[in-house]
């Protein structure tokens, strides 16, 4: 087995590139700050020569360091990535995962399947080592926003293996990019799910998903792509369960949106609303929900506008199940209504929406509330669990 490491050697190469580009966006930030202030062009003036400069020899470093990169890469030696690299990688994807890919960076994470952290070969899933013992039930886990698939892993329990050992499921979990377009991450995943089926080893009998919070907006998004390509995996497709999905959106997305149209609005803060346009397009899908391209593609992301999505239904066919979570220790607690789970509102995670269009509509019996919970403790918690086990044993 290759040898753990905390940090690769594409990573310094990454992480380098990252740090030229931030120079020449903090002086990109600094010259417009000081243009408005002394409210004068800077043409070809001392300043302009200095803030010019600083560019060069920053975007200068940052390609040169792309070019050892792109040269070195097949002389490094393989090593196994830690936990903790994965998950710091994770969240730097989740933030700017979109710029990483557009700027080519190595530290940009691809679309898996995985299995035990490893990546599955979906064209030779009959090698035993893949796949040992593989049974006809597929179970795929969709973690969320800035997670990785080793997250599952929380608090010492893990929701595909306990549903493995309980209902012998095979557990397979998808590793993506959370900072990209859901759409984009909804079109992959469809065809990663797509072709898992057609070189399953044995027979397949069943498949569910399990997806938490932005996971379920891309698995949302990979059934309505995956129906309208004819995909035959939707036809097996049996159960979808939603852990803390913002199937409405997310108010700190909102609020952020908000923030950051005030802060264009006036000269002397307009530079620094160019920070919060920094933020991925993974996290500005979140305002409303975004499932398609057509939610986004014609309009500018950053700017304020009201919820323009195309209603998209859940896939017809499959039992879909939701779970919210609440800080609040009872129905009436107004942490109930005001935060949810810190994160998701209640209505939003069980699909409601005052505009009929939008509601999910999901029968009561298929939506369960856990109190005194946040957003991540739906991973581990035994009675959440218990709630899964009992959903997907139904037939």
Not at 178 to 204: K, Y
Request: proline fraction near 6%; charged fraction near 15%; glycine fraction near 8%.
């Amino acid at each position: 087995m290759a040898p753990q490491n905390h940090i690769h050697p594409a990573d310094i190469f990454g992480l380098g590139r990252l740090g030229a580009e931030a120079t020449v966006a903090l002086t990109d930030l600094t010259e417009a700050l000081h243009t408005t202030i002394v409210r004068a062009p800077m043409g070809m003036s001392i300043a302009g020569l200095v803030y010019d400069s600083i560019r060069g020899i920053a975007q200068l470093i940052g390609n040169g360091l792309n070019m050892s990169a792109t040269m070195m890469h097949p002389l490094l030696p393989a090593r196994q990535s830690s936990p903790e690299r994965e998950r710091v990688i994770a969240a730097l994807n989740g933030v700017i995962g979109d710029y990483l890919v557009a700027s080519h960076n190595p530290l940009a994470i691809p679309m898996q399947l995985r299995r035990d952290t490893q990546a599955l070969e979906l064209h030779n899933l009959a090698a035993a080592e893949q796949l040992p013992q593989a049974s006809g039930k597929i179970l795929v886990l969709v973690h969320g926003l800035c997670l990785a698939d080793r997250h599952w892993q929380w608090q010492g329990h893990n929701h595909g293996t306990q549903l493995a050992v309980d209902l012998g499921y095979t557990p397979v979990y998808l590793n993506y990019n959370t900072g990209l377009h859901i759409s984009t991450n909804g079109q992959a995943f469809a065809e990663q799910l797509d072709m898992l089926l057609r070189h399953w080893p044995v027979p397949v009998e069943e498949l569910a998903i399990v997806a938490h919070s932005m996971g379920g907006l891309v698995t949302r998004s990979a059934c309505s792509y995956g129906a309208a390509a004819g995909h035959e995996w939707l036809n097996q497709l049996r159960a979808l369960v939603f852990l803390c999905t913002p199937h409405q959106g997310a108010p700190l997305e909102q609020i952020g949106n908000w923030v950051n149209v005030q802060l264009e609005a006036n000269p002397y803060t307009a530079a620094f609303a160019r920070v919060g346009k920094l933020r991925s397009a993974g996290i500005t899908d979140l305002r409303y929900g975004n499932l398609r391209d057509e939610d986004w593609a014609m309009h500018d992301r950053f700017a304020h506008a009201d919820d323009q999505r195309q209603p998209i239904p859940l896939p017809s066919g499959v039992r879909c199940y939701a779970i919210g979570a609440t800080l609040g220790n009872a129905p009436d607690d107004v942490r109930d209504q005001l935060l949810g789970d810190g994160l998701v509102p209640l209505p939003s995670a069980l699909g409601k929406h005052p505009k009929a269009c939008y509601a999910l509509d999901m029968p009561t019996e298929h939506q369960w509330v856990g109190y005194a919970l946040n957003h991540l403790d739906v991973l581990a918690r035994q009675d959440v669990y218990a709630q899964l086990r009992t959903w997907l044993s139904l037939r």
